[in-house]
């Protein structure tokens, strides 16, 4: 089987330390830390494929081998330029019939464009979303990170009615309110307040801001849909765990170094 370097593969360098940032089409955006100290032979190895010059590379089957365990080479086929990600809306359980606001910084996407706040957070990158539209922006008000979620169906006809910090309407259907709260894009008038104070108990998360070898973009948690409701083209995602990152949030993807689930 002929390998080849993975064309979406990321690699950035801090001193002595590697983050190395590659798509996976089951297990989502895998994020690894290659070290000098601890793996000095993989490090020099990734190092010199960095290099302008990778003519002079040999590698012997173990390297191959370690190479592929982190994404950096993938089978010839596999070795796609241009992916589309897409964040399709949570499905959740009805629960009790309380009364909701629109998220304070909600917005919404309905064509190529970005919202102007949301291009703002995102100081122009450019996302490889698939063209599917309404998209619902849900901007995390303590980590400022935008979170894009794909509505369709009878949710889609609610955005029509939800405008950022105003009361929900009421004679929404049961699952569409579900839906909606469990992505945020909806919640408890104190929902602010509830997040804030939750975030403070978890310092973890707080410390827990990693350099981005992609820079702002979808790329800390995106995954290639490759189930049976969602389809091949799109992505499913995850929350990441970089407080205070400027990149697309999504929930369903984990990390080789950080779990975000």
Request: aromatic residues 4%; glycine residues 6%; proline residues 11%.
């Amino acid at each position: 089987m002929e390998l080849v370097l993975n064309p979406r593969a990321r690699i950035r360098r801090d001193g002595e330390t590697l983050w190395v940032q590659t798509p996976d089409p089951e297990r989502g955006l895998q994020t690894y830390v290659v070290t000098h100290h601890d793996d000095r032979s993989l490090f020099e190895t990734v190092i010199s494929i960095m290099a302008p010059d990778q003519s002079d590379v040999e590698l012997d089957d173990v390297m191959w081998d370690r190479l592929g365990e982190i994404g950096l080479v993938v089978p010839a086929p596999h070795a796609v330029s241009d992916l589309a990600f897409a964040c399709e809306l949570p499905c959740a359980v009805p629960g009790r019939d309380l009364a909701y606001n629109a998220h304070p910084a909600l917005a919404i996407q309905r064509g190529p464009e970005l919202p102007p706040a949301v291009a703002q957070l995102l100081h122009g990158a450019s996302l490889p979303l698939a063209a599917q539209f309404p998209i619902a922006w849900v901007t995390d008000l303590i980590t400022g990170v935008p979170a894009p979620y794909v509505v369709a169906g009878p949710a889609a006809a609610a955005l029509d009615r939800l405008h950022a910090g105003r009361p929900a309407p009421a004679d929404l259907a049961p699952h569409v309110r579900a839906d909606l709260a469990q992505a945020e894009i909806h919640g408890r008038p104190d929902f602010v307040e509830r997040r804030a104070a939750c975030w403070e108990t978890q310092p973890a998360r707080r410390n827990a801001a990693m350099p981005s070898a992609a820079g702002p973009s979808c790329a800390a948690c995106c995954r290639p849909r490759s189930c049976r409701r969602c389809g091949p083209t799109s992505a499913r995602m995850s929350r990441p765990a970089m407080p205070g990152a400027a990149t697309a949030r999504c929930r369903c993807a984990g990390s080789a170094t950080t779990s975000t689930s």
